[in-house]
């Protein structure tokens, strides 16, 4: 996991599905990304609103490997940062094998800590048809494995750019797998 590091940053401050690639980001502790619809405390996704508005937004940052975009433009699909409005664009680490409670520290301040993994939606498909079997899949024993990123609550603010490195620090053990969140 040496050298991992961010790609790409991207918000948007009107619930998209995909956000526009920007120079920095700035992560409040708490909350998310600055500026980002899915700012909050609770929950701000709007299939989520509907259900529970009280939730706690366990979902502040979406964050994606790159290496997903690499197999996805293998199976003849052109996606790139921002395009499944992920917040922060990933290379050089293994984010869906992370366990839950996974701190990443981004940049020299912030520290982001993952709760679960992103459970991808039609809209996935709305964006390019076909594209939701490319991110959610089956493994030998038939367990649903999904392969859109993972979601993070923040720790510490801090200010995020293209170029920054990605530091791991593994919760305790036992490791709890993620789950969708």
Avoid: W
């Amino acid at each position: 996991m040496s050298h991992a590091t961010v790609i790409a940053v991207s918000t948007d401050t009107d619930h998209r599905f995909s956000k526009p690639n920007r120079s920095s980001i700035r992560l409040l502790a708490g909350l998310g990304v600055e500026g980002d619809a899915h700012l909050g405390v609770t929950v701000q996704h709007l299939s989520r609103i509907a259900q529970d508005p009280a939730q706690p937004n366990l979902r502040q940052v979406h964050l994606i490997h790159a290496e997903l975009f690499d197999e996805l433009r293998a199976a003849g699909y052109a996606v790139t940062p921002g395009d499944l409005g992920e917040n922060v664009t990933t290379r050089g680490i293994d984010l869906l094998g992370l366990p839950a409670g996974t701190r990443l520290r981004l940049g020299p301040e912030a520290v982001v800590e993952i709760t679960g993994l992103r459970n991808p939606c039609r809209q996935i498909d709305r964006f390019r048809a076909g594209l939701l079997k490319q991110v959610i899949g089956r493994d030998e024993s038939g367990a649903v494995v999904r392969k859109a990123g993972v979601m993070g609550i923040v720790l510490a603010p801090g200010t995020l750019r293209p170029g920054d490195p990605i530091a791991v620090e593994l919760p305790a053990p036992p490791h709890r797998p993620l789950e969708k969140v």
